[in-house]
C-alpha cells in the first residue's frame, strides 16, 4: 500500500539532546512537509521541501532542520535550540506545492522531554 | 500572508443532527479549500475539497459551501453519526503555485449518541 511512514511513534528526548524524526513516503510525491501540532494550536508548518536537495522555512523553523538527499524521506531534528519541543509532529506529501495539491499525511511522532 | 480563521473552537451535537464548520480567509487570491478530519492518534485525512470555481460540493452526508466574495467556505455534515467524532481542520491556498497550504485551528466535533 502507497504511503507515509513516520516513526518512531513515540520519542523521548533529554535536555540538550537532539533527536531525529523519520518520515519516508512511496506515493512518488515530489513535495514533503513536516508540521507541529500543540492543543488549541493547529497545524503549523517548520519546513517544506518541493524537491529533492531543495527545502524552505515555514513559519516556525527555529530551532529545526531538516534535509533532502532523496525523494522519498524527509528527516526532521529537533535540536537543543528547540526550547519547547514538546509536541505532536505531522509529516505530509503531495505532488507539488501549492493550490489544488491534497497533502497525505502520516500517523505522527509524538516528542516527549524526559 | 493568507490568515485563516475556523470556528467553533469546539461543537457539541446530538447523534442525527446537523454539524457546521466556518472558516474565512484573508487573501482573496487563494482559490483551493480542502477540509481535514482527524482521529485521536492519527494523522489528517482529505474528507472533502473545493476549488474556487465551484460554489458547493457533497459527498454522501458531507457538503462543503464556498462564498468567495465574503471570503467564507463551510463544512455541512448531516445525520451525524458517533464516528464523526474527530478534530476537522479547514485550509486554504493560493493561487501563486510555490505557497503551501494554511491551516485553521482546528474544530473539535462530538457527536453524543
Known amino acids: 500500500d502507497g504511503g507515509i511512514t513516520q516513526s518512531p511513534k513515540y520519542l523521548f528526548r533529554k535536555e540538550g539532546q537532539n533527536v531525529t524524526l523519520s518520515c519516508e513516503q512511496n506515493?512518488?510525491?515530489?513535495?514533503m512537509y513536516w508540521y507541529r501540532q500543540d492543543p488549541g494550536q493547529g497545524l503549523r508548518l517548520i519546513y517544506y521541501?518541493?524537491?529533492?536537495?531543495?527545502?524552505q522555512k515555514g513559519d516556525i523553523a527555529e530551532g529545526y532542520s531538516v534535509s533532502r538527499e532523496k525523494k522519498e524521506s524527509f528527516p526532521l531534528t529537533v535540536t537543543s535550540a528547540q526550547k519547547n519541543p514538546t509536541a505532536f509532529y505531522l509529516c505530509?506529501?503531495?505532488?507539488?506545492?501549492?493550490?489544488?495539491?491534497?497533502?497525505?499525511f502520516g500517523d505522527g511522532t509524538r516528542l516527549s522531554i524526559l | 500572508g493568507e490568515n485563516v480563521e475556523q470556528h467553533p473552537s469546539t461543537l457539541s451535537v446530538q447523534e442525527g443532527d446537523s454539524a457546521v464548520i466556518k472558516c474565512t480567509y484573508s487573501?482573496?487570491?487563494?482559490?483551493?479549500f480542502p477540509w481535514y478530519k482527524q482521529e485521536l492518534g492519527k494523522g489528517p485525512q482529505l474528507i472533502i475539497d473545493?476549488?474556487?470555481?465551484?460554489g458547493e460540493k457533497k459527498d454522501q452526508r458531507i457538503a462543503v459551501t464556498l462564498n468567495k466574495t465574503a471570503k467564507h467556505f463551510s463544512l455541512h455534515i448531516t445525520e451525524t453519526q458517533p464516528e464523526d467524532s474527530a478534530v476537522y481542520f479547514c485550509?486554504?491556498?493560493?493561487?501563486?503555485?510555490?505557497?503551501?497550504?494554511?491551516f485553521g485551528k482546528g474544530t473539535r466535533l462530538s457527536v453524543i449518541a
Open positions: 505530509a506529501s503531495s505532488m507539488g506545492v501549492g493550490p489544488n495539491q491534497p497533502q497525505h
Open positions: 506515493l512518488n510525491h515530489d513535495a
Open positions: 521541501s518541493q524537491i529533492v536537495n531543495d527545502f
Open positions: 487573501d482573496s487570491a487563494s482559490n483551493y
Open positions: 473545493i476549488r474556487s470555481n465551484v
Open positions: 485550509a486554504a491556498s493560493l493561487y501563486s503555485g510555490n505557497t503551501p497550504l494554511v
